[in-house]
């Protein structure tokens, strides 16, 4: 499992580079640790969202 604090991310590069970056670099975008606490995303049938909006939205809001 990967600690999501220790994957670094080069700013520069456009949103969608970086959104790519970061999969790549985390392997398991569903699963992983944040400052040690698992965090496990899951989708519900019910949210007008796609996995990819909500994905956009977390990693919007980690790399600020």
Same mark, same amino acid.
């Given at each position: 499992?990967?600690?999501?604090?220790?994957? +670094?991310?080069? *700013?520069? $590069?456009? !949103?969608?580079?970086?959104? =790519?970056?970061?999969?790549?670099? %985390?392997? @398991?975008?569903?699963?992983?640790?944040?400052?040690? +606490?698992?965090? *496990?995303? $899951?989708? !519900?049938?019910?949210?007008? =969202?796609?996995?990819?909006?909500? %994905?956009? @939205?977390?990693?919007?809001?980690?790399?600020?």
């Amino acid at each position: 499992m990967d600690e999501i604090t220790d994957i +670094k991310i080069d *700013r520069r $590069k456009p !949103s969608n580079e970086r959104i =790519l970056d970061f999969i790549i670099k %985390l392997k @398991n975008p569903y699963i992983f640790k944040v400052n040690r +606490k698992l965090v *496990r995303i $899951k989708f !519900s049938e019910n949210s007008n =969202l796609t996995a990819e909006d909500c %994905l956009t @939205n977390v990693l919007k809001n980690l790399y600020r």
